[in-house]
């Protein structure tokens, strides 16, 4: 299978990660600029024969691995993502560890069970690289327009992204800033595992609402198949990386549709002749329980729509709103606050029928779902579920681990 220079430039750019080249040593390596080397990996130059015989040989490859199928191997996906700076600690290597195993373990129950790995639903969005930042978020609004109506959502509030995401054979998991992982998100995709993301869901405010965003950004990636492997941390986005700023572009105008923004502030009498008029703390806090957003995502939102001026949404975004203050505005309001934890029931869902059909023993499936053997037990009596074999007869597969 030939390879589009995008694709060929991502593959370039994780081969020089996971060895921990920079753009300038390899540029000095093979003889160009830094800046031909930047825009190779961007895709948006192409490579000669000559050149791509140098960057085998630099990288100890093949052309013939140059030329197919660009998505990474396991091993290569966790070189890469362990030399990202945000992920250097041992804390953070330990969440990441986790993540992977929680999708090694859903592929590995799917084998025991006899079910197919997921299929790849996704559309075919053909896009040439963006040329400049108005292009990406050109692009990035385009594609979330076209996302909405294969989805039949119309303008409505769309507050789970990752559910979505799951619907469509991605593997999903939380990431906690317990976990030591002081990103946003992690995604990634190999021919093993295919497509994985992991959202952080205790951000800044709490809510969990800044993981719908960061959910949204990692589905432009997954959709666009723009990149394969990365760390996501919306304070340090690049603006120079227009793949990022076109993800930021869709997942604002996935969550928060123009048109279903503009008619919700103007039913509230918030908006006259397209301009917010009035914006206090308790109307932000309802937009972004109605949206599932956070107040950051919302404020730039409404900026980048003019609906709201530079200077009023940066007035607004300097003023302290702590957890405490939005919990009380929304108590005060009558509001929830509909947070969500995205948490995914697929691997609950597979260590429990392949316990039943006694495939995994019961110290395996404790360990699967985070529970001792005796609260797992109690668990599976609550729910009724009584194994088809007893744990005196033989157990296949993975039942060895338990």
């Known amino acids: 299978m030939s390879v589009t220079r995008e694709e060929l430039g991502i593959r370039l750019r994780m081969l020089r990660e996971s060895i921990g080249f920079t753009q300038k040593q390899v540029a000095e390596a093979i003889g160009l600029h830094r800046p031909t080397i930047s825009e190779i990996e ?119 992204p990752l559910d979505l995401l799951e619907q469509q054979g991605v593997r999903i998991a939380p990431l906690s800033d317990d976990d030591g992982a002081d990103v946003d998100g992690i995604y990634f995709e190999t021919e093993e595992l295919g497509a994985c993301i992991a959202v952080n869901l205790r951000r800044d405010d709490r809510t969990g609402f800044r993981a719908a965003f960061t959910a949204g950004h990692e589905y432009a990636h997954w959709l666009l198949r723009d990149v394969m492997v990365e760390d996501f941390d919306f304070r340090t986005s690049p603006s120079d990386d227009f793949r990022e700023v076109r993800a930021n572009a869709f997942a604002a105008a996935l969550l928060m549709p123009a048109r279903g923004i503009r008619t919700y502030f103007r039913n509230l009498g918030l908006s006259k002749n397209g301009q ?115 744990e005196d007869d033989f157990l296949v597969g993975a039942a060895a681990a338990g």
């Open 276 to 390: 917010i008029h009035q914006l206090s703390s308790g109307d932000i806090i309802r937009a972004m329980d109605y949206f599932g957003v956070s107040r950051q995502a919302l404020l730039y939102r409404l900026q980048n729509l003019e609906l709201l001026s530079a200077e009023k949404a940066s007035e607004i975004r300097n003023v302290p709103l702590s957890f405490a203050n939005i919990q009380q505005i929304a108590f005060d309001s009558g509001l929830a606050l509909r947070r969500h934890e995205y948490r995914s029931t697929r691997l609950t869902s597979l260590t429990i029928e392949a316990w039943r059909r006694g495939l995994v023993g019961t110290g395996r499936a404790a360990d699967l779902l985070e529970l001792d053997i005796s609260a797992f037990r109690a668990l599976m009596s609550e729910m009724g579920e009584i194994q088809e074999v007893t």
């Open 42 to 160: 961007a895709g948006r130059r192409d490579v000669t024969s000559a050149e791509l015989y140098e960057f085998a040989r630099l990288y100890v490859t093949s052309l013939g691995d140059l030329l197919s199928d660009p998505k990474p191997t396991e091993d290569q996906a966790i070189a890469v993502l362990f030399r990202k700076p945000s992920l250097s600690t041992s804390g953070a290597k330990s969440a990441l560890k986790r993540f992977m195993d929680r999708c090694r373990a859903e592929r590995e129950l799917e084998s025991l069970l006899e079910i197919p790995a997921p299929l790849d639903l996704r559309p075919s969005y053909e896009l040439p690289p963006p040329t400049d930042k108005w292009n990406a978020i050109q692009q990035g609004e385009e594609v979330a327009r076209l996302e909405r109506i294969r989805l039949e959502v119309g303008e409505e509030p769309l507050r789970n």
